[in-house]
């Protein structure tokens, strides 16, 4: 079965791997924005612009002040997350031999 089927749109905006793309699945154009604060690649945040085309766009922001401002919650967790996701986030390549592990087979 292929994986749009009975999509009609020619571009698909979608999210959750929190991995910045634009790529060509058969004929559809598949995009995914990131993400701002839990990024898989360079820190900082990743985001889309919708207009007559798409533009990925990454800002950095200052990372040291948002790590701070985690550990200062009442998160659990708050001090992984902010050492782990804002300060030092997964590489893009090595979170890409996760996603096979689990990859779509169209």
């Known amino acids: 079965m292929p994986v749009f089927q009975g999509v009609d749109e020619p571009v698909v905006i979608c999210g ?3 991995m910045q793309f634009d790529r060509m699945v058969g004929k559809k154009r598949v995009v995914n924005a990131g993400s701002v604060g ?3 690649g360079a820190a900082g945040a ?3 612009l919708l207009g ?3 533009e990925l ?3 950095p922001y200052d990372l040291t002040l948002a790590a701070e401002r985690i550990r200062k919650t009442n998160y659990p967790q708050a001090e992984e997350f902010a050492a782990r996701n804002v300060l030092q986030p997964p590489a893009a390549d090595q979170m890409l031999k996760l996603f096979e592990r689990v990859e779509l087979k169209g």
Do not use: Y
């Open 46 to 48: 990743d985001w889309l």
């Open 52 to 54: 007559p085309d798409i």
């Open 16 to 18: 959750h791997t929190h």
């Open 57 to 59: 766009r990454h800002t």
């Open 38 to 40: 839990m990024p898989f």
